[in-house]
């Protein structure tokens, strides 16, 4: 929102009483989140901002509407989101959060940037651009998120001196590389710098930090932390100056362990998030009014959880223009039933009615995105890569951990064949596991052995596999696996299940081969569909998320074992390691 | 503070235990404005940083000192105050305030830019920069303060945008003209918007105003206010989305009305500040360590009367450099003795030991202030300049009212010579008083008429006159009154009593013909002096303060009636009227 003279004096104009409301809500409950007060009156809109909230009577609106005694609720903010996550594009994305009271988010396009550099970033602004939903992108910190794999881009402190020279980017995206800061590495540094000396924002990502290095962290000037999942996380993070996101995605559940940490005391210091949410949590349990509706199920006040939810991630963030029903501010503004289910009746973004009864009332245009599809390009690639020659018997395999996204670094036995090579033995549940490089031509193609995952027949391929996105493919024949991934190269990206030379699902998503040019629906039905053929048909492990369980095998930030695709990484030594055991 | 690379990597190789602190305050009780607690524990110093502030025992320092159980606060942070108001320069100031405790000042340097305009600007930063203290200062919004007088400079939209692209000025100082705003002027707007188009906050100042006229002005993006005096106008803004102020100087004595209306709820948006406080108020009462016992002692929490002097300051005015004990952030910390007469003990900025045991430590260098001396000019000055004929002898009188900043605007009859000159009746307190233009060369002088200053013989001449500080005289006889104003021209501006054509007392102000060049005790004794003399040896009524009375009579903003070197004007209907009564 760019205030110019115009703008600003019919502001001013309708403020003063001088010329009529554009828009007045008329009998709402205003729930002021500065006095902490909830006021029976009416919300006066100039252009696309509030000119009043105040008493009844006091104005007249060229249009008015009767909330009829509904809660009128600054609309609330997600502190820190991975549009991507929901393989659901920005524009589309708005049309499922909006309706559900969200007026912003603070989104870290980490995904897309590691596919597609720059252009990735640029595609989610012309795309953020097209919703109503208000999307504040941090500019991604850690581009490859490690030295030890091939992502589709690299920004280094150099080019984040030139990127962030926008003004409309607030700062660096949650810094995961938190032992390069810890250890003072050199890149990490200047990469902090190159955001201080701009006067931009740093957020972190610190999980299991604690003590000399949380302080170190901290010192770097790091904002805020989404990856509490204790108490005294929360606490010994607060004590030292940072933020407390408290998560609740499709995967991290960590919000309801964290609210009884919040006080009076410290609850200006924290904020609700998301972090992954995926469309059909969207669709079934909502977005933030979920966290609403969880906070005030634990007790908490209400008026305490909405400023979780707006005036505590504005300040935070640095928005001075939301986060409160106040004069001047954007007319972003969500009306609801009550403050314990939180359901959205009618949502206005920018002085805009964008959402009615769960409906969300503006067309969905799409940003062009031909710069971010056909996304996968392979080199050299072949059946034969998948071949795994063995110098022992005794090898590490990654072992998939309750969850999804930690792993095992396990030794096991297992068959050769007589010229040495791995052979998957049908009664064990090891097989292979590949990455093939999709971005740089490399040719790259590691190949190591998954256990756990319960497949026994086919293959399953991805081109989602955290961060760097290469494709990932699991199977239990070289043959099925190598078609796999040859209709991922067709369809851009995605998700492809086969079995004996058969395709048994797809689900295409071409944007980037991360998200899904169809609608929210289509992605959460889809993803139900191939989860539940992978394990209907493959025999995936019932336990477990097909789709999202492979997708982090390969990111090597987490412990303990995983694959990218230039080889097996042990994660807890960080450094790579050979398959035979010692 | 400005951070580089081997700043930053100093703090955290100390905060990651790899290297010895440069400091370490051992065994303090931590005031943790963050979590809203206190611990006891120690602070690690990196250079001008904090690197840790933590459980006792993590840490070592090069240098050690024992708190011995003394509580730990961050410097405290005055929001909104005029340097110039204490007489003294930054230099002297920083050596009165922060053995007080106090690490930050917001300042706005209204009354030397209306004398010198940018250099007086460029003086006062030039000052700060020889200043332990950290002064912060904002543009002043309002040069000149009306368009009718004529100040040393003027400052239009125009120049503002080019002052505000200097990253260290973060925005307009108090936006006086609030009529401008309410009324969305077209110079108002443009000021505005200079701001707003670079990201700069815009301080206000809105004394009385409500209902839709302060909705008016809260739209402007309006940051604070300091003005309220009741809870019902603090309550008001806090509801529009403004911080509000609470101030204890001199004159003003708001604090303590306001502090029943600070909530557990409401308390983020509360602020402290002085707005004007003078060096013997500071001698004898303190600064913020003042207000913070009298919060105390109203009953407040003391961690919430600390926040209001340190978070929530930095936070509402984006320093977010200072304001917590946290890592990463300024080493401006307070030792005191308790909290609640908040004693303070030491006072570390920056890392530096600055003050102990209420003696300040550093030596005062002042700043070379040779651009903003010598600033009182006249032309064609004579004694003649005051004849004062009038038409008829039923005139308008400016008459003083208990307090003395405001006036009334009374009719009285008076006598005549001959000539139709107005000449001075003995047993009626009504005397000559004018404003002698000195910034331009206008040759300028306004005459009117004063009542209620009491003064018997002699004259009293100032160049502080707010808030164009032109030269301001009030005599019983116009040889006098011209003496009094020819020894300010000699001294360069300041205060000056004369009686029987014999220079009774003065007070040379050479910086600006605002400030001195002494130290704040000589400000504290000679003010003192000049106030005795005046009451004793002129007869100045003793229930006003002589020099502060008389040089608020020039300020065309406070109602009713005011004489600039323009002529006499009626602030309620915001223009110039004769002398004469309908």
């Not at 989860?531 to 095998?553: D, Q, S, W, Y």
Request: glycine share 8%; aromatic share 4%.
């Amino acid at each position: 929102m760019k205030e110019n003279f115009k703008s600003l004096k019919h502001l001013l104009d309708v403020a003063a009483g001088r010329v009529k409301a554009d828009l007045l809500i008329k009998n709402c409950r205003i729930v002021d989140v500065c006095s902490g007060e909830i006021r029976e009156g009416e919300i006066a809109i100039a252009g696309q901002q509030i000119a009043a909230a105040d008493a009844p009577g006091l104005y007249e609106g060229e249009v008015e509407i009767d909330a009829q005694g509904l809660y009128a609720l600054p609309a609330l903010i997600d502190a820190h989101i991975h549009v991507e996550s929901s393989m659901c594009t920005p524009e589309e994305l708005s049309r499922l959060l909006v309706p559900l009271g969200t007026g912003t988010l603070i989104a870290d396009p980490h995904e897309i940037v590691n596919v597609a550099g720059r252009e990735g970033l640029d595609y989610m602004r012309r795309a953020a651009a097209k919703a109503a939903l208000h999307i504040e992108y941090l500019l991604p910190s850690c581009v490859p998120a490690t030295p030890f794999e091939h992502a589709g881009a690299t920004i280094t402190a150099e080019d984040m001196e030139e990127i962030l020279e926008d003004p409309e980017l607030r700062g660096l995206a949650e810094f995961m590389n938190f032992p390069g800061i810890v250890n003072a590495s050199e890149d990490s540094l200047n990469k902090l710098l190159a955001a201080k000396d701009r006067g931009k924002l740093i957020d972190g990502h610190s999980p299991g930090l604690s003590g000399k290095a949380l302080n170190a962290y901290a010192s770097a000037g790091i904002l805020a932390d989404h990856e509490c999942s204790t108490v005294a996380e929360m606490q010994e993070r607060i004590a030292r100056g940072m933020f407390v996101l408290l998560r609740r995605g499709s995967a991290c559940h960590d919000l309801d362990r964290l609210l009884p940490g919040v006080t009076a005391e410290n609850s200006r210091r924290c904020l609700l998030c998301s972090d992954d949410r995926q469309a059909h949590t969207i669709l079934s349990e909502g977005h933030l009014d979920d966290h609403l509706r969880r906070c005030v199920r634990a007790g908490l006040d209400p008026l305490t959880a909405i400023r979780m939810a707006t005036l505590n991630t504005a300040e935070a963030f640095g928005l001075k223009d939301r986060g409160a029903l106040v004069p001047g501010r954007r007319a972003d503004i969500t009306l609801m039933q009550d403050l314990r289910d939180f359901k959205a009746v009618q949502v206005f973004l920018d002085g805009r009615e964008a959402a009615r009864d769960g409906r969300y009332l503006l067309p969905v245009e799409r940003a062009d995105d031909r710069a971010v599809k056909a996304s996968v390009h392979l080199k050299d690639f072949s059946e034969a890569r998948f071949r795994l020659p063995l110098k022992s018997d005794r090898v590490h395999v990654i072992e998939i951990q309750p969850g999804g996204v930690l792993s095992k670094n396990t030794i096991a036995k297992v068959q050769r064949n007589v010229a040495g090579d791995f052979i998957p033995d049908p009664s064990a549940d090891i097989i292979k596991v590949a990455v093939v490089e999709r971005h740089k031509l490399t040719g790259n193609v590691a190949v190591g052995l998954l256990k756990g995952y319960g497949l026994k027949e086919g293959a399953v391929a991805l081109s989602i596999a955290h961060d760097s996105h290469n494709v990932i493919v699991a199977g239990r024949n070289d043959h099925d696996m190598a078609l796999a991934v040859e209709a991922l190269v067709r369809m851009g990206g995605g998700v492809a299940l086969v079995n004996k030379g058969q395709i048994l699902g797809e689900m295409p998503l071409p944007v980037a081969g991360l998200m899904s040019d169809q609608s929210g629906e289509w992605v959460a039905e889809k993803l139900a569909e191939v989860n539940r053929i992978a394990v209907e048909k493959l025999g995936v492990n019932p336990h477990i998320e097909p789709v999202m369980t492979l997708c982090f095998m390969s990111l090597p930030v987490i412990p303990e074992l995983k694959l990218t695709d230039m080889g097996l990484f042990d994660v807890t030594r960080f450094s790579f390691i050979p398959l035979e055991a010692e």
